[in-house]
């Protein structure tokens, strides 16, 4: 079931729940930019889509949600909150495609996935991103969000810097 959520008089875009089809947009659009953008290759792109498909396939009504920012019927981003245990919500897969950003989009969504986990009783939200997401962990930090712990690694074909967060709700 779909259900709209216009965020004020003035956007000319909506929050949606996901609909046949999405998850397949999100995830092969998410896969490109982070290739284009950032040289994330094939390792990325697998766990995007593995990600995408654990959510289709094990999707929890009431503990598991996915938005999806929409103008007229173009996706202008999404993300995903899963669950990690009976108190514990993930933040998944937040993305703003190029020509959305700045609009709000991703910061509606996080706060969406806030509600959501709050309604839900989860007790926190978790997520994994990269130092060098700097859009992405403003939005997480203006929310609330605490850095939490970061560490080298390379499973993406280069050097990056993995950060774990953590919003107390």
Do not use: N
Request: charged share 30%; hydrophobic share 40%.
């Amino acid at each position: 079931m779909t259900t709209s959520q216009p965020m004020t008089e003035q956007r000319d875009w909506q929050l949606r729940t996901f609909e046949s089809g999405d998850l397949g947009h999100i995830a092969g659009r998410q896969a490109a930019l982070y290739e284009a953008e950032w040289g994330w290759g094939r390792p990325m792109e697998a766990m995007i889509y593995d990600i995408a498909g654990r959510f289709l396939r094990e999707f929890k009504p009431g503990r598991e949600q996915c938005w999806v920012a929409d103008r007229d019927g173009q996706i202008l981003g999404g993300a995903f909150i899963c669950e990690e245990d009976a108190q514990t919500a993930r933040l998944r897969l937040l993305y703003v495609e190029p020509d959305a950003r700045g609009l709000g989009v991703g910061a509606a969504l996080v706060r969406q996935c806030t509600e959501f986990a709050r309604k839900s009783a989860y007790k926190r939200i978790v997520l994994m991103t990269h130092a060098v997401l700097h859009s992405a962990r403003r939005i997480y930090e203006a929310e609330g969000y605490q850095l939490i712990a970061s560490e080298a690694q390379d499973d993406f074909g280069k050097e990056e810097v993995t950060e774990h967060w953590l919003l107390e709700l």
